[in-house]
């Protein structure tokens, strides 16, 4: 299960992307407006070998109704029990920046460049046998699509990929898939 937040952007023709114009607001039940997006993604995988945790807070800001920058948080946690009198145990820590542009209301296409601590340690008997940590760059790129589901709560669903690819990154050789619910305040 992943959650992941984004912002409440609408489609405007670019003739009318002014940043003051009243669609850029978000319109708040009180009659307040907020440009503030915050959420994350929540993951989790349990299968007796191989089981997996992570959490990844964000929050953003919308510039305007086509563009929104922020900042997010990595912690995962994994324990792989699947090679024979051996337990690993992996843990990344990082955070990275994001920007999204939206050219239509339901599709953004996103940039996140990331800087995680990436700690292996390997165990057989209850004894140490290897222990690494890599400081890892990564830059993720990719888009999605998003579907209004009430006043501050959209469907997202996205897929990205890190485009450099180190072999030490915890997204080496895989995408990086998102979705949940999208909330604004």
Do not use: C
């Amino acid at each position: 299960m992943m959650l992941h937040a984004q912002d409440r952007s609408m489609y405007i023709p670019p003739e009318q992307r002014v940043g003051t114009h009243q669609a850029d607001q978000a319109v708040q039940p009180n009659g307040a407006t907020s440009r503030f997006f915050v959420g994350g993604n929540f993951g989790f995988t349990f299968l007796g070998d191989y089981n997996y945790v992570g959490i990844s807070p964000l929050i953003g800001y919308r510039l305007t109704s086509w563009f929104s920058p922020g900042i997010n948080l990595n912690l995962n946690f994994v324990t792989d029990k699947t090679v024979p009198d051996q337990t690993a145990h992996y843990t990344t820590i990082g955070a990275g920046v994001f920007t999204r542009f939206f050219p239509f209301q339901w599709l953004y296409l996103q940039v996140q460049p990331e800087y995680n601590q990436y700690q292996v340690k390997v165990k057989s008997g209850g004894t140490t046998i290897d222990q690494q940590t890599y400081h890892v760059f990564s830059l993720l790129m990719g888009g999605g699509y998003v579907q209004r589901i009430s006043e501050n709560a959209y469907f997202n669903f996205g897929v990205l990929y890190d485009v450099i690819q180190n072999p030490h990154s915890p997204y080496y050789g895989i995408p990086v898939v998102q979705g949940g619910i999208n909330l604004g305040f």
